[in-house]
């Protein structure tokens, strides 16, 4: 069975309440990734293929600026990295960078999508934890666009 | 503006009154960050030792320009020293931001509510500040530190606008390597040479309480910041009352006689600033208060 190479994944909160087909469905699509401190994982506009789970070590999401880049938010061990692959046009947003030594379960996003067209169930229960995910980032977005330590002048 | 040390306000037969400051002596002046500074102070008049217990806040004066609160951030375990670091935000912190060495500066307190340190003991100790909201819990640290026995694990999540401006920096990095000690710092802004943790300090909270049930915590930074760090807290299992804020307001005297620090039923300066979440909670979810 694929999915006991990543016996602990299932422990991981992003899998609680799902039924052991479905984390055996999405576990088959799973690989081990392995990023150095400096490497890129994923450029902005380039198919976005993957979900990453990171087991170890910091991501950056960075966004491309001219002449700079600027760091977004990182990501670190019990995060995830990468929703593109399920939306249209199913190209990287951003520049994820490894920021420090980094262990992951890459998940083939094209192979779940697939699952996920066949398996509505499955579909909507991926769906419903990733906008979870989204709706958590976009509020710790929120916060930081605030400026909140800002003077209050 | 600044008077010389020897100079007094009142006659030494009158006895203390709160709302008269004590003139003390500046010792030093550091500067931490762009705008945030530390300064030492003793008493120059004053012959019993000035006692502080972490949270607490003085009222400090420069003189003939006006007074403010600001939160005793040095050694509780060291007498008669007092240490208060200050952002510049405007007039009074602008100017006692000029001082030099040997300057003298008028101060009231101690005042408020500290952190609760007995409820602390025996329990694992998470701290969050953003910004200058490490000022009042870096007596916390120190008393933790020096009375190590008495408590489980130290987590410190600190958060600040961007790499430079990371208050205590060196400090934070040598309380990590005390035994049972954590620092975590994040940036809200950075470019890809700082490769620390990016993104608001209330991500941080996620992952680092280990034992909710025996877990107390203390917050301290802007409003907004600690309703979301309450919100993470309580999703990582941790009840309203393990929950502590320092809160601010503007304020006058200090001794819960002008009401200018009201909030809600209570007095900042008298019932806080130090406040168990569930007694504020009220307050803290009504707009524009
Ligand atoms: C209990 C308590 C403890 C405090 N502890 C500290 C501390 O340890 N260190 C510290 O630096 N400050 C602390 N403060 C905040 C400090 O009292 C204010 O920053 C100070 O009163 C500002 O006075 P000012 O004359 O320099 O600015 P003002 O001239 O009164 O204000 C100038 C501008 O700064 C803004 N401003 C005022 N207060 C703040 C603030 N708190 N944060 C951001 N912008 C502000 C005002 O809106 C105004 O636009 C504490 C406040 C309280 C109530
Ligand atoms: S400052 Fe006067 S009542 Fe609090």
Redesign the pocket.
């Known amino acids: 069975m694929t999915h006991s190479r990543y016996p602990e994944l299932s422990e991981h909160a992003f899998f609680a309440g799902l039924d052991n087909a479905a984390v055996a469905a999405i576990q088959s699509c799973a690989r081990d990734c392995h990023y150095a401190t400096g490497n890129w994982i994923a450029r902005q506009g380039a198919p976005a293929d993957d979900l990453y789970f990171i087991q170890d070590g910091r991501v950056a999401v960075v966004f491309p600026a001219p002449q700079r880049e600027l760091t977004i938010q990182t990501l670190s061990a019990g995060d995830i990295v990468g929703w593109s692959w399920l939306m249209p046009p199913h190209e990287w947003q951003f520049d994820i960078k490894a920021v420090k030594d980094c262990s992951m379960m890459g998940i083939d996003g094209r192979s779940l999508r697939a699952k996920c067209e066949q398996d509505h169930h499955l579909g909507y229960a991926l769906m419903k934890r990733l906008s979870r995910v989204m709706v958590d980032r976009l509020q710790a977005t929120r916060l930081q666009l605030m400026d909140v330590y800002e003077?209050?002048? | 503006m600044f008077m010389k040390i020897g100079s007094d306000l009142r006659p030494s037969s009158i006895q203390p009154d709160p709302m008269c400051p004590d003139v003390h002596h500046v010792m030093s002046i550091s500067q931490e960050t762009s705008d945030i500074y530390t300064l030492k102070l003793q008493p120059t008049e004053r012959r019993e030792a000035v006692r502080f217990a972490p949270g607490q806040?003085n009222m400090l004066y420069a003189f003939g320009v006006?007074e403010?609160?600001?939160?005793i951030?040095g050694d509780p375990t060291v007498n008669n020293v007092t240490e208060?670091?200050?952002?510049r935000?405007?007039?009074?912190?602008?100017t006692l931001g000029s001082v030099r060495a040997g300057d003298s500066i008028g101060v009231r307190g101690p005042f408020?509510t500290p952190w609760p340190m007995d409820q602390a003991r025996g329990r694992d100790v998470l701290l969050i500040a953003g910004g200058?909201g490490m000022?009042?819990l870096r007596p916390v640290i120190m008393d933790v530190l020096a009375n190590r026995e008495n408590y489980k694990e130290l987590t410190i999540l600190s958060g600040s606008r961007d790499p430079e401006g990371i208050l205590f920096a060196d400090e934070l990095l040598t309380w990590k390597k005390q035994p049972g000690v954590d620092s975590k710092v994040t940036v809200d802004h950075a470019d890809s040479r700082w490769n620390g943790n990016v993104g608001v300090v209330t991500t941080l909270v996620n992952r680092t309480v280990k034992d909710p049930k025996d877990t107390i915590a203390f917050v301290c930074g802007p409003e907004i910041m600690m309703r979301y760090a309450v919100t993470e807290l309580q999703k990582n299992g941790l009840g309203k009352d393990q929950i502590y804020l320092s809160l601010?307001?503007n304020?006058k005297c200090a001794i819960g006689l002008c009401g200018h620090c009201q909030f809600g039923s209570e007095f900042?300066c008298r019932d806080g600033?130090v406040f168990r979440y569930d007694r504020i909670e009220f307050w803290l979810n009504q707009r524009e208060l």
């Open positions: 003077n209050r002048k | 806040f006006g403010c609160a600001i939160s951030s208060h670091t200050i952002r935000v405007g007039l009074v912190t602008g408020g200058i000022a009042p601010e307001r304020m900042i600033p």
